[in-house]
């Protein structure tokens, strides 16, 4: 047992003098020291020995114990010197902070469209999402617009080659307005909801267009609900997001699920309503699409017209951080240039 002892001693610390980093030492202390280690098995042989031996051979297993725990302490202040000196000829200061974590950001769109969330969830709308992926009926015909109609042109439609349900076309949204026709085939009156979400366009790039963009739509449905109760939802929107001092107004248009339809535009707050290059000397900004629900919408989903009425609007969600931050090409939201994308 005493020569095993000794054969022990000398090929630990042999062993012990090549090691250079602390994870190799944590290993060799496993190896010769740990519960099923060299040193705790040989002393299970402690049992077959007379009394006096077990003595002898016990006391000489404590000592290289000891011996082997002091050269594991002294092997490791030696590796940590030998790496402070080598900092110190690296001329490092090891007193220095450490290098702060970059932190990510939110996309301005994403900072847009929740802000556009909160503002008409304050308002008392619940904000609800759709499918990207939608049927024809939802994107057009339960939208007053059904096939041949002319309106079908102001889209520039994806269409999905598939024949679908009973041979229902399918398309990819060209906006976020079929959520009408979804919110409202399940819910009753009163209805007060914004769908934010992605659409797409088959038409050519440039600085003001996208084959995909974000929109956010809006509908209220209620009894008695009047043009009046549209312009002051609006009014109140524009305020909160782009200032209180902003002026709005409304001018007649088309939209085939709405009557009458209205586009808004806010005062230019760059040359405050004179006249300038961003809005083309008119002194004011289109902003967002407008109108008082269909008729023929709110009959298609069930909805008595002659009982309730209500008001739509669909805005363009880059539109609005283009406005909002003087951004002149649609393009840049979506190139990943972090130099443009840090601003925000």
């Given at each position: 047992m005493a020569l095993n002892l000794q054969e022990l001693r000398e090929q630990a610390l042999k062993e012990l003098s090549s090691l250079s980093d602390s994870e190799r030492l944590e290993a060799w202390r496993v190896k010769y020291l740990g519960r099923k280690g060299a040193l705790p098995l040989l002393l299970r042989g402690l049992g077959s020995l007379s009394l006096e031996e077990r003595k002898t051979t016990g006391a000489e297993a404590n000592k290289l114990k000891d011996a082997l725990l002091e050269a594991l302490e002294k092997r490791l202040g030696e590796i940590r010197s030998h790496a402070l000196s080598v900092l110190g000829t690296e001329a490092f200061d090891i007193t220095l902070p450490g290098r702060p974590i970059a932190l990510g950001r939110l996309h301005p769109i994403t900072q847009v469209i929740r802000e556009v969330g909160a503002i008409f969830s304050s308002l008392g709308f619940q904000v609800v999402e759709g499918p990207e992926v939608e049927w024809d009926y939802y994107n057009f015909e339960a939208l007053n617009i059904p096939p041949e109609h002319p309106a079908r042109d102001m889209f520039s439609t994806f269409w999905i080659d598939s024949a679908g349900e009973q041979g229902k076309k399918m398309l990819l949204r060209t906006h976020t307005s079929p959520m009408q026709i979804r919110v409202m085939e399940k819910t009753e009156p009163p209805v007060r909801v914004v769908v934010p979400g992605t659409v797409f366009r088959y038409e050519a790039t440039d600085a003001t267009h996208e084959s995909m963009f974000h929109q956010v739509e809006g509908l209220a449905v209620d009894r008695s609900i009047t043009m009046a109760d549209l312009k002051g939802t609006l009014f109140e929107f524009i305020r909160l997001l782009f200032?209180?001092?902003?002026?709005?107004?409304?001018?007649?248009?088309?939209?085939?699920?709405?009557?009458?339809?209205?586009?808004?535009?806010?005062?230019?707050?760059?040359?405050?309503?004179?006249?300038?290059?961003?809005?083309?000397?008119?002194?004011?900004?289109?902003?967002?699409?407008?109108?008082?629900?269909?008729?023929?919408?709110?009959?298609?989903?069930?909805?008595?017209?002659?009982?309730?009425?209500?008001?739509?609007?669909?805005?363009?969600?880059?539109?609005?951080?283009?406005?909002?931050?003087?951004?002149?090409?649609?393009?840049?939201?979506?190139?990943?240039?972090?130099?443009?994308?840090?601003?925000?």
């Open positions: 200032g209180a001092e902003r002026k709005a107004r409304f001018r007649c248009t088309y939209f085939p699920f709405v009557e009458p339809g209205v586009d808004m535009a806010i005062d230019c707050f760059i040359c405050k309503g004179k006249g300038c290059r961003v809005c083309s000397y008119s002194g004011w900004l289109e902003v967002l699409g407008a109108g008082m629900v269909h008729p023929e919408v709110l009959d298609r989903v069930g909805y008595d017209s002659r009982v309730y009425t209500g008001f739509a609007f669909g805005m363009g969600v880059e539109r609005l951080a283009m406005l909002r931050w003087g951004i002149e090409d649609i393009r840049l939201f979506f190139q990943n240039d972090i130099r443009f994308l840090r601003q925000f």
